[in-house]
């Protein structure tokens, strides 16, 4: 019987890798809530085929990277009159967006932008992070990867500040793919290697992965496996590990839908352009991994496109930027939030405008009980710590309750279900206790089995750590 070695790690339930059983539950997709706009792409060199942002915390800063493209799609055929640049954006709070003035790239006489980089090989869909190596050298803190087929594949870059740019070598570094799409490329610390994802094509659009150890020297790609398969084509992918328990990966791809209807009168203009324009729309789905190639992928979407009158339902719209950032809540007083920000506005006059959601710290995915109630049984794990916590939302009468069993299904003394004080509420991380308080942490590095016993209540994560 294998057993999970968890010790102090947050867990989340956005697969059903450490279930053994449910009875009466079910797992959900949750979806974040729109909010408000926070960047409409209005200058000059940005336009209404904005896209691909990339956003994180560094700080005290919020940074954004994001291309600037105008479409021209009124004279009967598709064109972009400037080509497509890099720009860039902060914040103090994840919120408020400005626009610095960079002096960098001359646009049309003047450099009173904030474009990065101009057009150039290995500026399309230019994508950058934060590089957390310990081995990371001073002047490569910042790292990024852009560019096209037609350009030779994709470009290495560095900077220092996230704001000086320049090219690791002359060559591209990865030259298999076709890259038309946003490539994310990330220091994995659980693995302690640079992992990219990237766009192929494999019966209609996919995604490959592959490795490096120095960030130019990559290993052979190879094809992501999907449980279920995969029901559509994935224009992005969005992969990342998630910072408050990076051993699990996320993606949140951009579902490319093919040729389904021209929907609205501005479908019908476009189509007349260009048909695939016209009738193909995308959401945002998500899927997730723990060993960097076999993603187990939801069917239902993480985000839809919404109402029609909100005009998102176009080509290119709802688009997940790469990141997910921790901000204040929108209610004063209430633990923080994630964020992250879709494109909505394509081939409409007035810029592509960047609409933040919000979704609950680990909210993703949640065990969910009605009022009759279930319970759920883990695989057997070994922890590390004294204290139980859990990130759970209850009603007024709902509950939990948790047992610690050993592998052969008894209780351990002291931990039975009948003992542990009802949990119930609405936490991130609520402490978990019974009665008499006996000593969790004598059950550190011991496999043991929880028994879960929750009735109308959402269940998101848990952890053990040592208090």
């Known amino acids: 019987m294998d057993t999970i070695k968890i010790d102090s790690r947050r867990e989340l339930f956005v697969d059903d890798a450490l279930i053994e059983s449910m009875r009466d539950l079910r797992r959900v997709l949750n979806r974040p809530v729109p909010r408000e706009i926070v960047l409409t792409c209005d200058a000059p060199w940005e336009g209404d085929n904005c896209a691909f942002a990339t956003v994180f915390h560094d700080g005290d800063l919020y940074r954004m990277y994001y291309r600037g493209s105008e479409l021209d799609w009124h004279g009967g055929k598709v064109s972009y009159p400037h080509g497509q640049v890099t720009c860039y954006a902060e914040s103090d709070d994840g919120i408020h967006w400005r626009r610095p003035t960079l002096g960098i790239v001359d646009f049309e006489g003047t450099k009173q932008n904030n474009i990065l980089l101009g057009v150039c090989k290995g500026s399309h869909n230019f994508t950058p992070f934060r590089d957390s190596n310990p081995a990371c050298a001073p002047e490569a803190q910042y790292k990024a990867v852009g560019g096209l087929k037609s350009d030779g594949g994709l470009f290495a870059f560095q ?128 899927m997730t991994s723990r060993d960097r190639e076999h993603f187990s992928m939801w069917g239902e979407a993480f985000v839809r496109p919404g109402p029609i009158e909100n005009g998102a339902w176009v080509y290119g719209d709802i688009y997940q930027n790469w990141g997910l950032v921790e901000t204040a809540s929108h209610m004063p007083g209430c633990p923080s939030e994630l964020s992250v920000y879709l494109a909505e506005g394509n081939w409409r006059d007035g810029g592509v405008r960047l609409r933040r959601h919000t979704l609950r710290l680990d909210g993703f995915v949640s065990v969910l009980a009605g009022w009759d109630g279930g319970e759920l049984v883990t695989k057997p794990l070994v922890f590390a710590g004294n204290q139980l916590t859990l990130n759970v939302a209850t009603s007024a009468a709902g509950g939990l309750r948790v047992e610690i069993q050993n592998l052969d299904g008894s209780v351990v003394k002291g931990f039975a279900l009948d003992d542990c004080r009802e949990v119930f509420g609405d936490e991130i991380d609520v402490g978990v206790s019974w009665r008499d308080d006996p000593d969790l942490g004598a059950l550190t590095g011991r496999a043991v089995r929880l028994r879960i016993a929750l009735h109308d209540a959402d269940l998101y994560a848990f952890r053990f750590s040592t208090q």
């Not at 220091?187 to 640079?194: A, I, L, P, V």
């Not at 969005?238 to 791809?253: E, V």
């Open 159 to 286: 900077s220092p500040d996230g704001i000086a740019w320049s090219r690791v070598q002359k060559d591209p570094v990865l030259t298999e793919g076709a890259f038309d799409s946003q490539n994310i490329v990330f220091w994995d610390g659980s693995h302690g290697t640079y992992r990219a994802y990237y766009r192929e094509f494999r019966d209609g659009r996919d995604i490959m992965t592959c490795t490096s150890d120095d960030f130019v020297h990559w290993s052979e790609p190879s094809w992501l496996e999907y449980i279920p398969e995969r029901r559509t084509e994935l224009y992005t992918n969005q992969i990342l590990p998630y910072y408050r328990a990076p051993h699990i990966l996320l993606g949140f791809p951009a579902r490319y839908i093919t040729g389904r209807a021209m929907l609205t009168d501005l479908n019908r203009q476009i189509s007349e352009v260009s048909e695939r324009f016209g009738t193909d729309y995308s959401d945002t789905g998500f």
